[in-house]
């Protein structure tokens, strides 16, 4: 059974940072494009990163660029959210989420979730 | 950026009616080479994560009921509930996978009349 479990999360000042992380476990992590999506209280979906199976393929949404930072370690098979820089808008549920088929490929798997508040 | 535009942003159905939801992408989501519409669809109940419910705009997760049905090409697509089940409550959510950065309709609140 594929799993995936976030943790990291917290309440952290603006200008803050945190680092979040995703164990995997239940399927071949290193063969598997990973992402972080986020959803603001009571709001939608937002598609935050992705990183590519060795790492060395990364991409982010247009608003955390140059704050935030996705990372893995297939040893370990865990995936990373380091966020630096934090703004009230940051204020989610971050949920981590496997990819199938590759970057053209749809979410098939996510996990709890982790929140993470920004506030003063 | 693909904008999703969901519709309605809120539904109300009977139980045991039907329920549809659309979803319209601001550009085609049909990739030529293979034929294949990069659109899913999700369901998320409160306090829980998304879940897959169809991909390739009209193919059923393993395990989804087979009320839930996704049709569509190109730009328009609809998730139909065949029959609504109390369970079926929750948000419904379209999702495009054919280009970086991904992105999300806003969503439709489904619930009981």
């Known amino acids: 059974e594929v799993q995936l479990v976030e943790s990291g999360g917290g309440l952290v000042q603006p200008g803050g940072s945190l680092r979040l992380s995703c164990a995997a476990s239940?399927?071949?992590?290193?063969?598997?494009?990973m992402s972080w999506v986020r959803q603001a209280p009571g709001k939608g979906l937002e598609w935050v990163a992705n990183?590519?199976?060795?790492?060395?393929?990364?991409h982010y949404v247009d608003s955390v660029k140059g704050r935030f930072t996705v990372s893995r370690d297939n040893a370990k098979k865990s995936v990373f959210l380091q966020m630096s820089s934090l703004r009230a808008e940051d204020t989610a549920v971050y949920y981590c989420?496997?990819?199938?088929?590759?970057?053209?490929?749809?979410?098939?798997?996510w996990g709890q979730g982790t929140l993470v508040t920004v506030s003063s | 950026d693909i904008v999703m535009t969901q519709s309605p942003d809120s539904l109300a159905v009977s139980l045991g009616e039907r329920a549809t939801i659309n979803c319209k992408s601001s550009q085609s989501l049909l990739y030529s080479s293979n034929n294949k519409n990069y659109l899913v669809w999700y369901q998320q109940k409160p306090g829980q994560p998304p879940k897959l419910l169809i991909y390739w705009a009209s193919t059923r997760e393993s395990g989804v009921p087979d009320r839930f049905s996704g049709s569509g090409s190109g730009t328009d697509f609809t998730l139909t509930i065949s029959s609504l089940q109390a369970e079926d409550v929750a948000v419904y959510y379209c999702q495009q996978y054919y280009s970086t950065p991904i992105t999300f309709g806003q969503g439709t609140r489904l619930e009981i009349k």
């Open positions: 239940g399927f071949i992590f290193g063969s598997h494009w």
């Open positions: 989420a496997r990819r199938n088929g590759g970057l053209s490929g749809y979410f098939d798997n």
């Open positions: 990183i590519n199976q060795d790492g060395s393929e990364k």
